[in-house]
Every structure is written in structure tokens, then in C-alpha cells.
């Protein structure tokens, strides 16, 4: 039986928390896919992690932009890819999938045949107004190591 890898977050302070750890973990070329629906947080997660991974300044969502770029301990390329599923190929993501840097892709989904097999999958889901829940799902050896090290440090604190 696979292992489980859920957590409930309080407010908005522990999902950036929790975020936060798990960028310490992170590696260059790590793929990380957020779902989740309109206000379940994937921003405020990658706020987080944002921080985790170094990065200063104020980090918001790319809905227009589609991709943001960010410079931390590792380069953070955060992407909201719910306007363009159907023009994805022209945006040259593989760039970005299997660069030197951490791919944050909200909406990700949508776009599901061209992401990476191994990647770490994490669904948000708002459970009521101030809290939420987060599911991770590794696909690959890399994230199922990453989940089980996110784990202990997220359940125990450290």
C-alpha cells in the first residue's frame, strides 16, 4: 500500500510553512504540479516555497503572465498554465521543465502530456473558509524519497 501524504494547514501562515520546508528539500530540476480550485492556495504555497528557496521581493500569481521567473538559492520558474492548455507548445516549457531550477506549474493538468513522468504532484483543497488540505502524490523514485524526507520534517517539526 503506498504511503499517504496528507496535511491540514490552519491558516495561510502553516500552508507557506509547510512550503517553506519542503524547498529545503528541493533540487535543481525538481517539477512540482499544483491543483487545486480558484482559492485553494497554490499561490500562497508557492509563496512559500518562494521564500524556502531564498527568493526576495513579492511573488503573486502569473494568470497573465503564464510564466514568472525568480532568482533564490535555485532559479524558481512558476507557471499558471490555465489560459494556454490548448497553445502550450508554443511556450518552449522544456526549457524550463529541464532547467537548472524548480518548475512550480499551477493548473498543471491541463497540460498533462507534456509534463515530465517524474514529477510531484500537489493537490489543494480548501476544507472551509480558513483551512485547507495538501495532498502529495510523487510519480517517480526521486519525489517518493522527497515525500517520505517532507514527511518526517513536516510531522515532527524539523
Known sequence: MAQDFTYQMQDTAETQSLAERLATLLTAGDMLCLEGNLGAGKTTFTQGLARGLGVRG???SPTFTIIKEYNGRLPLYHMDVYRVADDVDSLGLDEYFFGEGVCVVEW??????VLPAERLTITLRVTDEQTREMHLEPRGTRYEELCKEFDQHARTGI
Do not use: G, K, R, Y
Not at 108 to 113: G, P, R, V
Open 58 to 60: 513579492t511573488v503573486n
Open 108 to 113: 498543471a493538468s491541463l497540460i498533462e502530456d
